[in-house]
DNA sequence: GTTTGTGAATTCCTTCACAGCT
DNA sequence: AGCTGTGAAGGAATTCACAAAC
C-alpha cells in the first residue's frame, strides 16, 4: 500500500545521512496530519491516529520518528504541538526559503499564483525566461529576467530552490545552469528525468504519469 | 537511488495483479523515453541504453518488462518501435481516456489549459463546481456543472477519471462523490491524503511535499 | 490499561551473474 | 561478440511483537 508522497531524485548513489530518503519523504506528511489534528484541538495524538489518517501502519510512523529521536511518551502519545515543531525543525521548516521561477508561460505563471507555496515558507523571488520578448515584464509582482542574471540573483536573493517550468526540450538546459548557479534543489514540472549531480535534489511534478500508470488499472478493472 | 515517477495510493491493501505497483509506475518512464529515441530515429535500444536515460540499472528495466513477456532479442536489444507499442497497450495508452476535472479555480482552470494531457489520450469532457456562482460560466470549451450532475455525467460521457482541484477541506467530500459515481481513478491535486476504498487509484500531485522533503537536505548539505 | 521504541522477522525490491539466443 | 531474460542473492523497507514506561 502505497502512500501519499512526491518523488525524488538525485544524481547516482547518494543519501546524505543514513536516514531513508523514503522516510525524509514521508516526514511532511506527518506535519501536515499533525496540523489537522492542532487545528482540532487536539493536544496528544498516538501513532495509531496518525496512521488511521494517513492510511499507513502506526509501526511505520513510530520506526520512521526513531531515527531522529523519542518524542512520545509511553501510554499517551505524542504532544501534537511538540512533535510538529520538532519534525519542522528537522525538516528546515522552521524558516523560510526562496525560490526561483523558470519559464514563465502558462504552467509558470499559474506557479507564481500558487497559493499553496507561501503560507509554508517558500517564496518564488525572482523569475526567469529565455524569451526576450517576457524579458522585463512583470508577472505577479515580480520582473522578468534573462536566463543570464540566474548566478548573479542566486547569490544575491539567497535562492536556494530552483522551479522548472519550461518546455521539456530546454529544460536539463535550464537545470544545468541552475546546478552552476549553485542550487541544489530543483522542483521540476518539466516531463524528463533530470540529470543532475548526486548532491542536488529533484522533485518531479508530473500529473501525466500519474494517469498513465492509474490506465492500468483501469483496463484491468472488474468493476 | 529513487526515480521519477508519481506516489499512488489506494485503499487498505489492494493490488489487483500480481505486478509490483512500483514497476506499474516505472512503465509510463520507459514508453516516454522510447519516444525519445523514436523521435531520434534509433531503430533498436539496449537496456542500457534506456536506463542510461533514467538514471536506472539495466537489470531493473529487463526485469520490470520480464513481467509482461519478452520483447527484445538477445544480442540486439529492443525494437523501439514495438516495445513502445507493447507497452502503450499494456498501460491502456492505446485508447483515449476521458476525465471529468472537478473546481474551476485558479488552480482548475490552470489544469483545463495544461496542454501535456490531450496528446497523451487524456481529455477533460465535464467540469464542475460547488459555487453556483460559476455554474453555467465557460470554462475553456466546457460548461461548469454543478456537483449533483457528476453521476450522471460520469455515466453519459463515459468519464473513467476524476481531478480534484478543490480546497483541501473540501477534497475528501469530492472525493467521496466521485467514487459514488463510479469512478476509480483519482488525480488529487488536494493537499490531504484521501480516504478511498481499496479497488480506487488516487495519484496525488503536491509540490509542496516535494519542496518540504528536499530543504532536509538543503538544511543539511555540505555546501 | 495504553502506547512507545526497537530488535527480530518478514516481505518487498533491486541487483547480480550467467545460460541461452542472435 | 552482444544483450536478453531470469533464478538466486543481496539489500531495503515494512511489520511484528514485546519489554519498558506512563
Known amino acids: ?28 506528511l506527518y506535519v501536515r496530519v499533525l496540523a489537522y ?6 493536544e496528544m495524538v498516538s501513532s495509531e491516529q496518525l496512521a488511521g489518517r494517513l492510511q499507513m501502519t502506526p509501526a511505520q510512523i513510530r520506526k520512521d520518528l526513531s531515527y531522529f529521536g523519542k518524542f512520545g511518551k509511553q501510554g499517551r502519545g505524542y504532544n501534537v504541538k511538540r512533535l510538529a515543531a520538532e519534525l519542522r525543525r528537522i525538516l528546515g521548516l522552521d524558516r523560510s526559503w526562496n525560490a ?13 499564483s500558487y497559493p499553496g ?9 525572482a523569475a526567469f525566461d529565455a524569451d526576450s520578448a517576457l524579458i522585463g ?3 505577479g509582482e515580480l520582473k522578468v529576467d534573462p536566463l543570464g542574471d540566474i548566478p ?14 519550461v518546455p521539456a526540450q530546454h529544460a536539463q538546459g535550464v ?10 534543489a530543483i522542483l521540476n514540472y518539466a516531463p524528463i528525468a533530470a540529470q543532475v549531480p548526486p548532491n542536488v535534489r529533484v522533485a518531479n511534478i508530473d500529473p501525466v504519469l500519474g494517469l498513465q500508470s492509474m490506465t492500468y488499472y483501469l483496463k484491468n478493472a472488474r468493476g
Open 175 to 184: 537545470i544545468d545552469r541552475l546546478v552552476d548557479a549553485g542550487i541544489r
Open 117 to 125: 507555496f507561501q503560507p509554508e515558507g517558500f517564496r518564488v523571488v
Open 37 to 42: 489534528f492542532e487545528g482540532n484541538e487536539y
Open 1 to 28: 500500500m502505497a502512500i501519499l508522497r512526491p518523488s525524488i531524485t538525485t544524481g547516482p548513489d547518494h543519501n546524505i545521512s543514513d536516514v531513508p530518503s523514503v522516510v525524509i519523504q514521508r516526514l511532511p
Open 137 to 139: 515584464s512583470e508577472v
Open 100 to 112: 526561483c521561477l523558470v519559464g514563465v508561460g502558462r504552467l509558470g505563471r499559474a506557479i507564481i
Open 152 to 165: 548573479v540573483k542566486v547569490r544575491r536573493l539567497n535562492i536556494r530552490i530552483g522551479i522548472v517550468a
